[in-house]
């Protein structure tokens, strides 16, 4: 993992109350990784001669392994008779068992006799073991260190001094959960929901696709979002497994890369990459991708899409129809990609829901027009309309168009909301002098 060595030094300060249980957890995960087994392996309580129950290794060897951790001032080559005696209990012990591998927290001391490396200690452990059909192997250090470059999470638990790898992605998750979760895919009206299908088997098909990008593309308002959370929720609910993180696309506007993620925590992107290597479906997820024509630093924002594009996610965007193409041009260039377009509803859809849900229409039908994208459905349903008259409901729903969108009250740094209505107004006003 990026900047996390692997220091005893540490790993003795964490677990200074008990080490050696300590290492015989972290061994215990090491093996399970080594011999493929995902979901552990069976022991007995206070398991004797090796950790757990032999397991058939790959290569066809019934296989033990025991942990032996020893501090600073013990001599491996005073157990030698330790390790003999392991060896032939376990022999006793367990039919048909033929290897057993030994972890160890020390490095051995290279033999000072000429022409051989191993010391006479090591030969002779693994001479006894070979007289009883044992074939004895060692996991050092150096072993140890290079499995952990593929374990992350417990190089972070045994190895981190700082806070844990698990609370940055928890609070990376939290903020993709956070965006998810103010996403609505369905629309409020006198106690109901109003709910807007799409092809959900189309997109099946690209959510399965082997491209590595699918643009999700539409007027403004007409749902993009809503149909990327209701992909998301219907793939969870069918039991598919996946990592999954949605970021807006400011997210991803930062100087440099070892920026993005750096304000959940001292890691990189890298390390996420490294956590997720192991899952066969990885998705992004970039909402508003319109905003990239407008980012301080569009370069780098490029930069980190390739690089989840390079580890094997799948990337999806929402973006505004009158900005996609574009957008592909500049950042998808020789990259093949798969499109999905959200239409406004038709007219026969909208009159079918004011019937269903007992709303009326206006009869302008350029505000009808509006309420064919689900924004404006919203807006105007917020109002209630079924208790008003239609003149009133028609004025308060200009009166809230203006508010949300021309003055975009919920954007209020450099008092923005009334510069915008000022412009407007002053747009309208020259407009009609002339």
Request: proline content about 4%; some cysteine; charged content about 25%.
């Amino acid at each position: 993992m990026t900047n996390i060595p692997v220091d005893w030094k540490v790993f003795e300060s964490k677990f200074s109350q008990n080490p050696r249980a300590a290492f015989e957890g972290l061994v215990t995960t090491l093996f399970c990784h080594e011999m493929g087994l995902s979901h552990g392996i069976f022991r007995y309580f206070n398991q004797p001669y090796i950790e757990t129950q032999p397991v058939m290794a790959p290569d066809g060897l019934l296989t033990g392994f025991q942990a032996k951790y020893y501090d600073a001032s013990t001599r491996i080559s005073s157990k030698e008779a330790d390790f003999k005696n392991a060896i032939a209990d376990a022999k006793q012990k367990y039919a048909g068992i033929s290897r057993i591998i030994f972890y160890i927290n020390k490095e051995m001391s290279v033999s000072k006799r000429p022409h051989t490396q191993k010391p006479i200690y090591q030969e002779n452990i693994e001479t006894h073991g070979e007289s009883l059909g044992i074939t004895v192997e060692w996991r050092g250090p150096s072993h140890i260190e290079q499995i952990l470059l593929a374990l992350p999470t417990v190089r972070d638990l045994y190895f981190n001094p700082m806070p844990g790898l698990s609370q940055w992605v928890e609070q990376i998750q939290n903020r993709s959960d956070s965006i998810r979760s103010n996403i609505q895919s369905e629309i409020p009206c006198q106690g109901e929901r109003i709910k807007i299908y799409y092809d959900m088997q189309k997109l099946d098909v690209l959510w399965e696709s082997e491209k590595a990008v699918c643009i999700i593309y539409g007027d403004a308002g007409t749902g993009k979002s809503g149909v990327v959370k209701d992909l998301i929720s219907r793939r969870q609910e069918q039991g598919d497994e996946f990592a999954c993180f949605l970021f807006s696309s400011t997210d991803l506007d930062v100087e440099e890369e070892s920026l993005f993620l750096r304000k959940y925590g001292n890691y990189q992107l890298e390390d996420l990459f490294t956590l997720y290597s192991q899952e066969k479906r990885k998705v992004c997820v970039i909402e508003s991708a319109e905003k990239f024509s407008a980012l301080n630093s569009p370069q780098v924002f490029a930069a980190l899409v390739h690089k989840f594009i390079d580890h094997g996610w799948k990337m999806i965007f929402t973006i505004r129809t009158v900005y996609k193409d574009s957008f592909c041009n500049i950042l998808l260039k020789d990259i093949a990609y798969d499109e999905f377009r959200v239409e406004s509803i038709a007219d026969e859809v909208l009159e079918a829901l004011s019937e269903q849900y007992h709303f009326p229409l206006p009869q302008n039908q350029n505000l009808r027009s509006l309420l064919r994208d689900l924004f404006y459905l919203k807006l105007y349903l917020k109002l209630d309309p079924a208790g008003l008259d239609l003149v009133s409901s028609e004025e308060l729903f200009l009166q809230q168009v203006w508010k949300e969108v021309i003055c975009d009250s919920h954007r209020r740094a450099e008092n923005l909301p009334v510069r915008r209505e000022e412009m407007v107004t002053h747009i309208v006003f020259s407009m009609l002098q002339r």
